[in-house]
């Protein structure tokens, strides 16, 4: 699968005194949606960690276009740019209820050894799921 999405909707928590999405939040928001993806594999951040394996962050880039406010029901669009190796790499595109474009962004995440700290290739499991 290379495509996946949620949806939910913003909290008052996550606003600023504005009442607009804080601008930090937008990075969970892509987790969320990174997370999403890997359970409709059928894996778990908890089960790769648990065997040796983590996921780190090492590039982040929003674009933002349009803010998302309090009670919003925002979607987080999550596509697999390309067949991971030691890396994995996400577009993403958040939406409100209008359809309308709220942020688009890209990650890239390094397959990393629990135990050594050193990339490691994609899990084989991970690589049989994915129709890339």
């Not at 030691?86 to 890239?108: G, Q, S």
Request: with cysteine.
């Amino acid at each position: 699968m290379d495509y996946n999405q949620i949806s939910f909707r913003v909290r008052y928590g996550e606003t600023d005194q504005m009442g607009v999405v804080y601008h930090g939040n937008y990075a969970q928001y892509l987790e969320m949606g990174r997370v999403e993806w890997l359970r409709a594999l059928g894996f778990s951040y908890k089960k790769m960690e648990e065997e040796g394996v983590m996921l780190p962050v090492i590039s982040l880039q929003i674009n933002f276009k349009k803010s998302a406010v309090y009670d919003d029901l925002i979607r987080v669009v999550t596509i697999l740019k390309k067949r991971p190796s030691v890396k994995i790499e996400f577009d993403y595109k958040i939406y409100n209820e209008a359809d309308e474009v709220l942020i688009e962004a890209h990650t890239v995440l390094a397959f990393i050894n629990k135990t050594t700290k050193r990339p490691m290739k994609c899990p084989d499991a991970i690589l049989e799921k994915i129709k890339l």
